[in-house]
């Protein structure tokens, strides 16, 4: 389907033209997240790149978006990880690509389990990147304790007998 005609309404050239490059500055920042650099994991940007290019379980959502330029989302991820994995590529910087690489190959073998946990809503994307509700629950009362470690003995006891 091409972008300058929708709905049997034509669409001026330059209409057609902002609205191709708005899609592709989408797809552009979608590929730059993906080339974030992981601290211990992938940042949180990153992982949704990776999903928004390389899909969520049935289809990538890029997918609509090249549905709209007439590209084929297929060829466009293979050439991507052609120039991700190639020795030298004159448009990414090594560092960029070593990134991409590093959290390509963390998410790919955990897009099933990631897809399915954020569907059950059992995996959140925190800041620190995508935790388990579990991890998210520990990291709570670890911070909870170590706030009442703070608190003289006197405090502690009259918020320990109060309650939360």
């Known amino acids: 389907m ?15 033209m902002r609205c191709k490059r708005l899609l592709w ?21 990153a992982m949704t790149a990776m ?8 289809r990538a959502n890029i997918d609509s978006y090249f549905h709209w ?25 090594d560092s960029d690509r070593r990134a991409f690489r590093a959290n390509y190959n963390w998410y790919m073998p955990r897009q099933e389990s990631i897809n399915q946990l ?8 925190g ?5 388990t509700v579990q991890q998210m629950q520990r990291k709570i009362r670890k ?3 170590r ?8 405090e502690q006891r009259k918020l320990l007998h109060k309650g939360p």
Not at 51 to 58: A, D, L, V
Not at 69 to 93: P, Q, V, W
Not at 118 to 125: A, D, I, R, T
């Open 127 to 131: 800041k620190e990147g995508f935790q």
């Open 51 to 58: 999903r928004f290019i390389f899909g969520n379980g049935s």
């Open 2 to 16: 091409n972008i300058s005609q929708y709905e049997s309404f034509e669409i001026s050239k330059t209409q057609a």
């Open 69 to 93: 330029l007439d590209i084929n989302g297929n060829f466009f991820r293979k050439r991507l990880l052609e120039s991700m994995y190639a020795e030298t590529h004159s448009k990414f910087l």
């Open 143 to 145: 911070e909870k304790k």
């Open 118 to 125: 954020l569907n059950e809503g059992k995996f959140l994307q």
């Open 147 to 154: 706030a009442m470690s703070l608190l003289p003995k006197r």
């Open 25 to 45: 500055s989408v797809v552009t920042l979608a590929v730059e997240d993906a080339c974030r650099v992981p601290d211990k994991l992938p940042a949180v940007e």
